[in-house]
């Protein structure tokens, strides 16, 4: 094939290719990450550099309700990613459909009225502190990882599943969580739960109500 076809084709390929798999925004100290995920399109990755993060959000620190979000903290060496707690905030990370943010009971949430799911999302790197409720708190979300994160006083639930499958919670460490689970799968569907570090809770793990859960620790 000539040089001038193939770059032809190569620019038609390009040009094809889904606008969402190219995106990456980055967060800096001082700016909000709730602004970067609402201008990021579906399948984007957000990092987020290390720093102090406390957003303005009422009720959640932090709202996702578009598939195939990574939020990527990147922290450095004594230099981590943390989103703090902040005025009325209840709940830190936040990811469901989009009428499903607010169930009458989000323990025994529906997924919608018009039983909607998110399709992947991913979280690692985030040190998550502080909430009354909630600290990470996933529903009606299909092909989630969270890993590598660290989860402190949230004082309910610090990372929290539900009516959510095909997903992956490692190498996490929570803690401080007084009032219930520090890790909970509930209502879930072909999960694996490996790897992780939870003191100071209640309960440490909790898995109910589920199908397909995996839970170990490898030596």
């Known amino acids: 094939m000539p040089r001038s076809a193939m770059t032809a084709a190569l620019i038609v390929l390009l040009a094809c290719a889904p606008a969402a798999a190219r995106t990456k925004i980055v967060v800096h100290d001082g700016e909000s990450i709730q602004a970067a995920i609402d201008a990021a399109p579906a399948g984007a990755t957000i990092i987020v550099k290390p720093g102090v993060y406390r957003e303005a959000g009422a009720v959640r620190a932090l709202t996702i ?4 979000i990574h939020l990527v903290g990147a922290p450095r060496r004594d230099q981590p990613v943390i989103l703090e707690q902040a005025g009325t905030q209840t709940h830190g990370i936040w990811v469901s459909p989009p009428d499903s943010t607010d169930p009458a009971n ?3 949430p529906p997924c919608g009225l018009l039983d909607e ?4 999302f991913a979280l690692s790197g985030f040190t998550v502190d502080g909430f009354p409720g909630f600290g990470v708190y996933l529903t009606c979300v299909d092909g989630f990882s969270i890993r590598n994160n660290t989860a402190t006083a949230n004082q309910t639930y610090a ?8 997903g992956n919670m490692a190498l996490n460490d929570v803690s401080g969580s007084r009032n219930d ?7 879930d569907e072909i999960i ?8 100071d809770c209640v309960i440490g793990y909790e898995i109910e109500n589920s199908h397909h ?7």
């Open 65 to 68: 309700t578009q598939p195939g």
């Open 106 to 108: 989000p323990e025994l």
């Open 117 to 120: 799911h998110i399709e992947g």
């Open 159 to 166: 990372i929290f599943p539900v009516r959510s499958s095909h």
């Open 181 to 187: 689970a520090c890790l909970y799968v509930g209502q």
């Open 192 to 199: 694996s739960v490996h790897d992780n570090h939870a003191t």
């Open 213 to 219: 859960v995996r839970m170990f620790r490898k030596i």
